[in-house]
């Protein structure tokens, strides 16, 4: 199993008051497409820290997946040219996703104030062209108050090593939601495989692997998603509600998480339900998903490898000693879970405490 890392400022402690006390001179801002965009760090650091939420694509839900070029367009937005008067030299600023990068270059050309500490979540990038390109931009553009938190050692990595960000300022969390005693009881088992997400999915080596099972399968992705491939015995679904996807999660008897070999935090969401409703898991071996469940747990399978997937999807579901292994690595990694704080609360203290080396 991983180490974990304790949060600098733990929720509601004397230091996590102090820390609040030092930003009596300036104000946190979140830049956010909408307002349900890591609603659960947004809302605790609005609520309990005074932040204020500047919303660039209002019209946006949490359901839509978004193409590369969507993403192009929505980073362009006249919108950041709101952005001018909004904070001083002594604000710290989040910025979610990669509005950090037209947000350092108007600060470049002097059309926006540089904060006291601007910090960048959710900036991780699956396509190794696309992250060549983003890099040489990031060197170009990145300033002193540049911070990063990442949910990846990949993009932690990259950061540091490529793009030469000081490990300082690149702040590793371990992604995670709420995990409550009710959830830790195994439900009853399920009648079907499932799987689903857009990010970084491989289902071509998916649906390879199930095209010859007779258990049904439920898969939940996007239209983004490339699935020309989908054999006939998939029920597929496209763009349902997060509430609707983690009901079908949690009913599976099995989840299976395909991954491509390379990218960066990818699966998490998807699998930190399963481990919420400790569901037996086979999954590609990527360094986002064994960072929850060890690098001996059982049900990894090598990436692009349809047939060590098939093997394992079917021992998963007609070995029992294997099931019970499975079942047991996820209750495990769901009770060291359980044992940490919330996430919203190591990303608050990260904003509130001084950034490194001032």
């Known amino acids: 199993m991983v180490a974990w890392r304790e949060p600098a400022i733990p929720w509601g402690s004397d230091a996590r008051a102090g820390a609040l006390a030092r930003l009596d001179a300036g104000v946190i801002y979140i830049v956010s497409d909408f307002r349900g965009s890591y609603h659960y760090v947004v809302d605790a650091l609005r609520e309990d820290a005074g932040a204020e939420l500047i919303e660039l694509d209002p019209g946006r839900t949490l359901d839509r997946s978004i193409s590369k070029l969507g993403i192009l367009r929505q980073i362009t937005t006249p919108r950041l040219l709101g952005l001018r008067h909004r904070w001083t030299e002594d604000d710290a600023v989040l910025v979610i996703a990669w509005y950090v990068l037209p947000v350092l270059l108007l600060t470049r050309l002097k059309l926006l104030r540089p904060p006291r500490r601007l910090v960048a979540m959710a900036t991780f990038v699956h396509d190794s062209r696309l992250r060549r390109a983003v890099n040489l931009l990031l060197r170009a553009l990145a300033s002193e108050e540049l911070e990063f938190i990442v949910f990846s050692d990949a993009e932690r990595h990259n950061l ?153 999807i079917d021992r998963a579901l007609r070995d029992d000693a294997f099931r019970r292994s499975l079942i047991d690595g996820v209750r495990a990694a769901s009770d060291h879970l359980r044992e940490q704080e919330h996430v919203e609360a190591e990303i608050a203290g990260i904003l509130m405490r001084p950034a490194e080396g001032t």
Do not use: M
């Open 160 to 312: 540091v090593e490529v793009v030469r960000i000081p490990a300082a300022r690149v702040h590793k969390v371990l992604y995670r939601d709420k995990i409550d005693e009710s959830d830790v009881a195994v439900a009853a088992r399920g009648t079907y495989i499932f799987t689903g997400g857009y990010s970084n999915r491989d289902y071509r080596t998916f649906f390879g692997a199930v095209r010859t099972l007779d258990d049904p399968v439920i898969v939940v992705a996007s239209a983004l998603s490339n699935l020309d491939e989908a054999p006939p015995n998939v029920d597929l679904r496209l763009d349902i509600s997060w509430e609707a996807f983690e009901e079908l999660i949690s009913g599976c008897a099995l989840l299976v998480l395909p991954l491509r070999a390379a990218g960066e935090a990818s699966g998490q969401n998807v699998l930190f339900r399963g481990i919420r409703h400790v569901r037996p898991v086979v999954a590609t071996r990527h360094d986002s998903l064994v960072e929850y469940l060890g690098h001996d747990y059982p049900g990894f399978v090598p990436a692009s490898d349809s047939e060590a997937l098939r093997h394992a």
